[in-house]
């Protein structure tokens, strides 16, 4: 038996949602962004070999090594002795912003689940797969591990039975992200935030959100836009990220819908719903935001969620 989980990146918040709204991402040229992970039959123990471009930025030591953790976690819960070959092939670099360790997390949670024939339901899953992104992340939040696994645009619910669900999305817009090549750590751009907030940003936070998801529903992009607005990390986190308020300027100029931060950045998005002005943007922030190892990807929403690959 073996086989192959891949898990798409993920932007958390999408500006508007701190921590509520993540959506999964799927390049339009058709790759692949995203990690994976193999599993099959070895001899006792746990086997874990490292792949892919980021797989030098990883801990050295298997154990140190998420992956590896997911798959002690099984064996000891289900009480099995399998040996496991485990190969993580690392294609998101760590503390990007596009919800690098929750998709390994997510792949490998997944890939353990269908190899020990899916002892975990849905909910289970995600409640897993949240609570390791949490060791790494420094916090338990669902908004990259929930779209990774499940796809879409998921809405966090947090109630007992019900974790997230997913909301419409506007189909003809696209989601160009930059990752300027820069590693930030999650729990530090989280120590920028304020640990409270005055009443009139809370309400402004309920106001946006709610009107975005209303417009969603409503399929009014219009509306759409004008909410989407981040009042509780981005006042916070712009100054930390090199050259980020210059590029949201240029690229409201250049014609851009509106810009924010994915995830904890330092990786940004940008919405447009014509693919000549996202080309646009993207040459110039190839140009102006990028540094040495920075990426860009004009993209879709990442429908389909985690799945197999072998
Ligand atoms: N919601 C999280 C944050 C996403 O902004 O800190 C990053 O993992």
């Given at each position: 038996m073996s086989l192959t989980v891949y898990a798409p990146a993920s932007m958390g918040n999408v500006g508007v949602g701190f921590d509520l709204l993540g959506a999964a991402l799927a390049p339009i040229d058709g790759s692949l962004l995203g990690d994976r992970v193999s599993i099959s039959s070895a001899d006792a123990g746990i086997h874990l070999s490292l792949a892919g471009h980021w797989a030098d930025?990883?801990?050295?030591?298997?154990?140190?090594?998420?992956?590896?953790?997911?798959?002690?976690?099984?064996?000891?819960?289900?009480?099995?002795?399998?040996?496991?070959?485990?190969?993580?092939?690392?294609?998101?670099?760590?503390?990007?912003?596009?919800?690098?360790?929750?998709?390994?997390?997510?792949?490998?949670?997944?890939?353990?689940?269908?190899?020990?024939?899916?002892?975990?339901?849905?909910?289970?899953?995600?409640?897993?797969?949240?609570?390791?992104?949490?060791?790494?992340?420094?916090?338990?939040?669902?908004?990259?591990?929930?779209?990774?696994?499940?796809?879409?645009?998921?809405?966090?619910?947090?109630?007992q039975s019900k974790l997230c669900d997913a909301i419409p999305t506007f189909d003809d817009w696209y989601w160009l992200v930059a990752y300027p090549g820069i590693s930030l750590s999650t729990a530090k751009m989280r120590d920028l935030l304020p640990k409270q907030y005055d009443k009139s940003v809370a309400i402004d936070f309920g106001r946006y959100l709610s009107a975005f998801v209303h417009a969603s529903y409503q399929q009014d992009p219009k509306l759409a836009i004008s909410v989407l607005k981040d009042v509780l990390a981005e006042p916070y986190r712009a100054a930390a990220i090199p050259g980020y308020e210059e590029s949201r300027a240029a690229l409201a100029e250049i014609g851009m819908l509106t810009s924010g931060i994915s995830g904890s950045g330092p990786t940004l998005f940008s919405i447009t719903d014509n693919l000549q002005t996202a080309k646009k943007a993207q040459t110039w922030l190839e140009e102006n935001y990028l540094q040495q190892g920075g990426f860009s990807h004009i993209c879709k929403i990442d429908v389909q969620g985690t799945r197999r690959t072998d």
């Open positions: 930025k990883l801990p050295q030591n298997p154990q140190d090594n998420i992956v590896y953790q997911c798959a002690d976690f099984f064996l000891k819960q289900l009480n099995r002795k399998d040996g496991l070959a485990l190969v993580l092939e690392k294609n998101l670099p760590v503390g990007s912003g596009l919800g690098s360790s929750a998709s390994s997390v997510v792949a490998a949670i997944y890939a353990l689940n269908e190899y020990f024939d899916n002892p975990y339901d849905e909910q289970a899953l995600l409640r897993l797969m949240g609570e390791f992104e949490g060791k790494i992340s420094g916090s338990v939040h669902y908004d990259n591990v929930a779209p990774s696994y499940l796809g879409g645009m998921q809405l966090m619910l947090g109630t």
